[in-house]
């Protein structure tokens, strides 16, 4: 299947930090999706993007579907606790399929 | 409230055993799918399916298998063929692609399979 290389693999920071991490992908993708998973729990849905050169906002965390259409990126500005959990891009191929391929994720720890 | 449930939440298996997990939606998507989710790695697709009584394979399908009888229902069996079936299993739903729209899915609480 497509290949995502999510980075970075963890971060760890200090609590009121930004916080950036990016996803890029070998092919086209029409749409780029950011979730967040808690421990033992299922991903949630932070930001969708559908089009190239978006940029969209969802409180302190922003998102942009690169112009190339093969990167995507989100910051998480003035971290708090809470923050704390994997981040995972998701992209669709241009041919529409209705399936997404996956980054592995960035763990990030937020100290107080 | 509209959601994605998924039963158990842990569930152990034995040896030769098959074991059906369990995924219902009240959001009324054409389209649900099942991930296998491991340690350190990304989500990988099992099966999905578009709409009722229709499924297709995913990137890692073998040892399992799906049914989709009904709208709201994708149960999900992990068979004996399953060499490895310790992993945290998610569902998905999304409105899917004969309504026209992009394709968002929404994830459940997930189940945790255990080999004893």
């Known amino acids: 299947g497509q290949q995502l290389n999510q980075s970075p693999q963890s971060m760890f920071i200090q609590e009121g930090e930004d916080v950036s991490m990016n996803c890029t992908s070998s092919?086209?993708?029409?749409?780029w999706l950011w979730y967040k998973q808690d421990p033992g729990e299922g991903p949630v849905l932070l930001i969708a993007?559908?089009?190239?050169?978006e940029l969209t906002s969802n409180g302190r965390l922003t998102a942009q579907f690169g112009i190339t259409r093969k990167d995507s990126f989100l910051n998480i500005s003035a971290s708090i606790p809470s923050d704390v959990g994997i981040y995972f891009c998701?992209?669709?191929?241009?041919?529409?399929?209705?399936?997404?391929?996956f980054g592995t994720g960035t763990r990030l720890t937020v100290i107080p | 409230d509209g959601g994605i449930t998924q039963s158990p939440k842990y569930l152990f298996r034995k040896e030769g055993q098959n074991v059906t997990l369990s995924c219902e939606q009240n959001?009324?998507?054409?389209?649900m799918y099942w991930y296998r989710q491991d340690p350190g790695q990304g989500l990988r697709l099992i099966y999905y399916?578009?709409?009722?009584?229709?499924?297709q394979k995913g990137d890692i399908a073998e040892g399992y298998s799906v049914s989709r009888e009904k709208k709201e229902s994708f149960p999900l069996t992990v068979t004996s063929a399953q060499k490895n079936p310790t992993a945290f299993y998610l569902c998905?739903?999304?409105?899917?692609?004969?309504?026209?729209?992009?394709?968002?899915?929404?994830f459940g609480p997930g189940t945790r399979l255990l080999v004893l």
């Open positions: 998701a992209g669709q191929p241009w041919t529409g399929a209705n399936n997404l391929f």
């Open positions: 959001l009324n998507h054409d389209a």
């Open positions: 998905a739903s999304s409105i899917g692609v004969l309504a026209g729209e992009q394709e968002t899915p929404y």
């Open positions: 993007l559908y089009k190239a050169g």
């Open positions: 399916s578009q709409i009722v009584n229709d499924f």
């Open positions: 092919s086209i993708f029409n749409t």
